[in-house]
């Protein structure tokens, strides 16, 4: 057979392959992180959280809370592949396709490879796979935000679009990267010497500090619900690790208070503005202006002069 029996210049025919490749693609890449990350995280000695245990930072996290951030990411994608099947709007095919394409499936991978490299001990080449994680998963989610801005009109796409790439971008970007870049460059002390633990205390401030800092834009611009629930959860996996510079401490409570607040009062900013757009509501007309005789224009109503 020489080609296919079908047209591939067409646009719509290009798509739908592109959708039944991603229908395959995305549950093996997700298959393949799932299994890969949990194999080093339970069976490989030292495991994930060893390597964790072995480099503290000024940075360094609870261990079992981004654990459990993680497994809320995969149940997030398992409802993404869920959609990936069943869906059957054009808008929300086009937002798969187009938007996330296989930029989530490169991260899979990505993630897959980061956590093989990260128990060798090879944090250079972890530091470069968490710069391209987040480098994909900064296209997705500018992409979605601004050719396929979420819309209650299509909530599914929200909850298994939007909500799982924006809270998957959150971990490497806040936490997951400058942790391995801090080891890459030397900023840690050694764990048999827990009174070290206030050393470049002040490059931790600055790293948590930005990060935050961003976060509390993007939900007070876009009234950001996952962004919000994922930046609170970091701060308190970072809080509670302890021990912890002062500077880096007080940092992470702040924002863990900030985050929730400014996306109560920009929602209830919000509401309220939207309620005062639609002006006074019109009050019906009374019985006795139903009643009333018609007049012309020049004709005076004599019950005036009374």
């Known amino acids: ?62 261990p079992g809370l981004v654990a459990v951030y993680v497994m809320v990411i995969y149940v997030a994608q398992v409802g993404y592949c869920v959609l990936l099947v069943f869906a059957r709007k054009a808008e929300t095919k086009k937002a798969l396709v187009k938007a996330v394409g296989l930029s989530l499936v490169l991260a899979n991978w990505t993630m897959a490879f980061w956590a093989i490299a990260w128990v060798m001990r090879l944090f250079i080449f972890s530091t470069v796979l968490l710069g391209i994680l987040v480098v994909l998963l900064a296209y997705s989610n500018v992409v979605l935000l601004v050719y396929h801005t979420p819309t209650t009109e299509r909530p599914l ?9 924006r ?23 050694p764990p048999s ?44 996996s970072e809080w509670s690790a302890r021990p912890k510079p002062m500077p880096v401490y007080a940092t992470t409570i702040l924002f863990t208070v900030l985050h929730p607040l400014t996306l109560l009062v920009t929602m209830m900013y919000h509401f309220l503005s939207q309620r005062g757009r639609r002006g006074p509501i019109a009050l019906p007309a009374d019985d006795d202006d139903h009643h009333r005789p018609l007049r012309r224009p020049q004709e005076v109503d004599s019950d005036a002069w009374a």
């Open 167 to 189: 809270f998957f971008f959150v971990l490497p970007l806040s936490l997951m990267f400058p942790y391995s870049l801090f080891i890459t460059l030397g900023l840690t002390y």
């Open 1 to 62: 057979m020489d080609s296919l029996p079908v047209d591939t210049s067409n646009p719509a025919v290009r798509d739908y392959l592109a959708l039944i490749r991603l229908q395959v693609l995305t549950p093996l890449s997700l298959l393949i992180n799932i299994v890969t990350v949990f194999v080093c995280a339970t069976i490989v000695k030292p495991t994930i959280g060893d390597i964790t245990k072995l480099y503290p930072t000024s940075i360094t996290f609870h």
């Open 157 to 165: 796409d929200m909850m298994l679009i939007h909500a799982p790439l």
């Open 193 to 236: 010497h827990p009174e070290y633990y206030d050393r470049y205390a002040w490059p931790g401030f600055a790293v948590v500090f930005s990060a935050n800092l961003l976060g509390l834009a993007v939900i007070a611009v876009g009234r950001d619900i996952t962004w919000a629930v994922a930046a609170t959860w970091i701060c308190v």
